[in-house]
């Protein structure tokens, strides 16, 4: 096309007539087009899949923003993890006497350590069965529970549960994040195989999204079970409501600090001060030259010939 233009004579600011060049660019407009919408079709697919996941996520974040009391909420998480560990055991066999306790007790203990594994004898084995068992351990967890907060306080516990669901939810999100984000990449090779890809995205991005809230729950459950606070003795001091108040023991604690900062600082492992000469009894002296001031690019007296910089100015 650029030879027959060039022999046509055409200027560049001069518009081309020609039906089968107009046909053959617009055809190529439209092909590009229509790839383009697709690619905007399937993007706004993959958004939609992201932000229904999106509002579940943050429906439980504004829980812990908005100070929401989040105990039964741990409880039900709690119920749901027992049952799932339960109901495979007793699906297994409708005779109480088969069912595999040891591998129940191990899970349970997976999820507080604090659980002690079930000792049944055999009549109470026999008169089990899938619901009295449920209601056995579920009461043995809610007395766990209750034994952690009087271990570390109502208040105190409201607002670990708090900080362990968002510290939670937050690590497992971002996670998820980037691994739908990959999944985006390479899902188009889908087409290939003659699968819809945004059906195939919204179908793998919802089984992804089920095991991180699995494992949110998981993780929720163990750390509030089996969370404990280590405090040193001053901090005891504080926090145990003694004789002084807060704002005493922490005024207490500041002069005491301020104390060990402006002593020696030997045992302390504060650096030492240094001493500083007083003015006034030092005379500082006046440098005089003997001989005068010798440019660098000046010869030198010593008659050599060279440049000062050269000989005598480099011992300077």
């Excluded at 985006?184 to 089984?207: M, N, S, V």
């Excluded at 003694?242 to 650096?271: L, N, R, Y």
Aim: hydrophobic share 35%.
């Amino acid at each position: 096309m650029q030879t027959v233009v060039g022999k046509l004579g055409v200027a560049d600011d001069e518009a081309i007539e020609s039906g089968m060049l107009s046909r053959s660019i617009e055809g190529a407009q439209k092909k590009v087009e229509a790839r383009n919408f697709s690619i905007r079709k399937y993007v706004l697919q993959y958004d939609n899949v992201m932000n229904k996941q999106r509002e579940i996520i943050y429906d439980e974040r504004r829980k812990v923003l908005f100070g929401e009391d989040l105990r039964e909420y741990i409880m039900n998480m709690t119920k749901e993890l027992v049952i799932e560990t339960i109901e495979p055991i007793t699906f297994a066999s409708k005779f109480p006497e088969e069912w595999d306790f040891d591998t129940m007790n191990n899970h349970l203990k997976r999820i507080c350590e604090q659980f002690k594994p079930l000792q049944l004898s055999l009549e109470e084995i026999r008169g089990l069965s899938d619901a009295s068992l449920k209601e056995m351990v579920l009461d043995t967890f809610e007395t766990l529970y209750q034994a952690k907060e009087q271990e570390l306080g109502t208040e105190r516990m409201r607002e670990l549960e708090r900080m362990i669901l968002i510290r939670v939810v937050d690590n497992k999100w971002m996670d998820h994040i980037d691994a739908m984000d990959q999944l985006k990449h390479g899902i188009g090779l889908r087409a290939l195989g003659q699968q819809d890809p945004a059906a195939a995205y919204a179908k793998e991005g919802f089984d992804m999204f089920e095991e991180m809230v699995q494992s949110i729950k998981e993780e929720t459950v163990k750390f509030c079970y089996n969370v404990t606070i280590q405090t040193n003795t001053e901090r005891k001091q504080i926090l145990g409501g003694g004789k002084e108040s807060f704002d005493d023991s922490a005024k207490k604690m500041a002069a005491q600090a301020e104390v060990a900062m402006v002593g020696d600082g030997v045992e302390q492992g504060i650096p030492q001060r240094q001493h500083i000469p007083e003015r006034g009894k030092s005379k500082q002296e006046t440098v005089r030259r003997d001989m005068p001031k010798v440019g660098r690019n000046d010869p030198c007296p010593c008659g050599s010939g060279k440049k000062y910089k050269y000989c005598h100015g480099r011992e300077e």
